[in-house]
Antibody, heavy 126, light 107 residues
Framework: QVQLVQSGAEVKKSGSSVKVSCSASGVRSSSYAIHWVRQAPGQGLEWVGEIHVIFGTTNYAQKFQDRVAITTDEFTGTAYMQLSGLTPEDTAIYYC???????????????????WGQGTMVTVSS | DIQMTQSPSFVSAFVGDRVSITCRASQGISNWVAWYQQKPGTAPKLLMYAASSLQSGVPSRFSGSGSGTEFTLTISSLQPEDFATYYCQQVNSFPLTFGGGTKVEIK
């Protein structure tokens, strides 16, 4: 059974950075990506970006391109999302999610997220 | 970027009702759509992938259809545990994008 465990809640000041971790366990296949999705209070889901855990290739939403970095430690099975230049508009729950790569349900590496972490609340104050 | 327009944004229905949610893509995306269910205070859960394939463990009252630009998630007989918010997501190309969500509430 795959489980994703994220780091704890963070409170940050505007202009600072935050780094959230996501540790995967119970994964049998190495061909998968870790996605990061955020959800502002009372709002919908917003895709931030993703990384393939073996190849290290990343894809980011244009909105975050200049200030997000998603990395992975293949030895520990941990992925990280660092977001810099924080503003109060970045206040949200940040989820990591695992997307296995399988041509049955993926289109050239674009895959749905099968398992999700519990979420990490990031609060940014001015 | 591909925009996903989801409707309605809110549905009020009785237990036992049939409910349908629609997602329209801003360009053709074949069948590369996933559907998620999210209950308050919890992470989203994958219901459907490739537009019409049911994720393991998801009840058969959920079904998906569509291709190209229009997609539908249908709950054939709404159960108390189905009251939640539902999101579509296109997985045709990066950046992946979500619809705005549909909240299904008890009437």
């Amino acid at each position: 059974q795959v489980q994703l465990v994220q780091s704890g809640a963070e409170v940050k000041k505007s202009g600072s950075s935050v780094k959230v971790s996501c540790s995967a366990s119970g994964v049998r296949s190495s061909s998968y990506a870790i996605h990061w999705v955020r959800q502002a209070p009372g709002q919908g889901l917003e895709w931030v970006g993703e990384i393939h855990v073996i190849f290290g290739t990343t894809n980011y939403a244009q909105k975050f391109q200049d200030r997000v970095a998603i990395t992975t430690d293949e030895f520990t099975g941990t992925a990280y999302m660092q977001l810099s230049g924080l503003t109060p508009e970045d206040t949200a729950i940040y989820y990591c999610a695992r997307a296995p790569h399988n041509p049955e349900y993926c289109n050239f590496g674009c895959c749905p997220a099968w398992e999700w972490g519990q979420g990490t609340m990031v609060t940014v104050s001015s | 970027d591909i925009q996903m327009t989801q409707s309605p944004s809110f549905v009020s229905a009785f237990v036992g009702d049939r409910v349908s949610i629609t997602c329209r893509a801003s360009q053709g995306i074949s069948n590369w759509v996933a559907w998620y269910q999210q209950k308050p205070g919890t992470a989203p859960k994958l219901l459907m992938y490739a537009a019409s394939s049911l994720q393991s463990g998801v009840p058969s009252r959920f079904s998906g259809s569509g291709s190209g630009t229009e997609f539908t998630l249908t709950i054939s007989s709404l159960q108390p545990e189905d009251f939640a918010t539902y999101y579509c997501q296109q997985v045709n190309s990066f950046p992946l994008t979500f619809g705005g969500g549909t909240k299904v509430e008890i009437k």
